[in-house]
């Protein structure tokens, strides 16, 4: 079992989180097969796809990849996902109930948030990594502009960042990446070679960082 450390290193390391929102439990495993094939480590099952707490209790553990819980809304949620295996857990809002059960059993939180003041609160509970959600309700400068008081926080956008502006979040701060809609309509599609090659450009750009 990784610990917090290791786990919060290695989503920084991978740059990129990978988000399934997916119609069934079959297209978030292939989902996640695909997403690996490219290049990709780090990947959130979102806890509206129907039988998510099977796919993460089936994928965790998996070597080299980090299987994470998303959209999870409340605390029962998120202690379910964790005993089904879950290595870190993904909000879309500041919850304190989610942070504290997650600290609880030693699991990093993405905490969405959208304000200063949710920035901070989430880091004085505990928040290692703040997403930026969503994201297209912004400029890639505003995380320059959130740094700007706040640089201490590790920050990353979520919804809304796409190959065209991702090395651009990237110049102005961005630490991670949350990336949803275009790996979600592709499973879901039932492309999967062209999941896995997109998921493999995105590798390379994020890689490329504010070249």
Not at 71 to 88: K, P, Q, S
Not at 157 to 163: D, E, K
Request: charged share 20%.
């Amino acid at each position: 079992m990784r610990t917090y450390p290791e786990i919060l290193f290695e989503l920084l390391r991978n740059r990129i989180i990978a988000i399934l929102r997916v119609r069934d439990a079959e297209t978030a495993e292939r989902g996640v097969h695909a997403l690996a094939d490219g290049g990709i480590r780090s990947i959130e099952i979102a806890m509206n796809t129907p039988g998510s707490l099977d796919v993460i209790s089936r994928m965790s553990g998996r070597r080299g990849l980090l299987i994470g819980a998303g959209t999870v809304l409340d605390e029962m949620t998120c202690r379910l996902a964790i005993l089904n295996g879950a290595e870190y857990i993904v909000t879309p809002s500041l919850n304190e109930g989610v942070i504290r059960c997650a600290g609880r059993y030693q699991k990093p939180v993405v905490c969405g948030c959208m304000t200063p003041t949710e920035m901070l609160r989430a880091a004085e509970l505990g928040v290692n990594m703040i997403k930026l959600f969503p994201a297209s309700e912004f400029s890639p400068a505003s995380i320059r502009a959130f740094k700007g008081p706040l640089p201490q926080l590790l920050m990353g956008p979520t919804g809304g960042v796409n190959l065209r502006n991702l090395r651009e979040w990237s110049r102005n701060g961005a630490d991670f990446f949350g990336i949803s809609g275009e790996f979600s309509a592709l499973a879901d599609a039932g492309a999967f070679q062209r999941l896995t090659r997109t998921a493999a450009e995105y590798v390379k750009e994020a890689g490329r960082g504010g070249e």
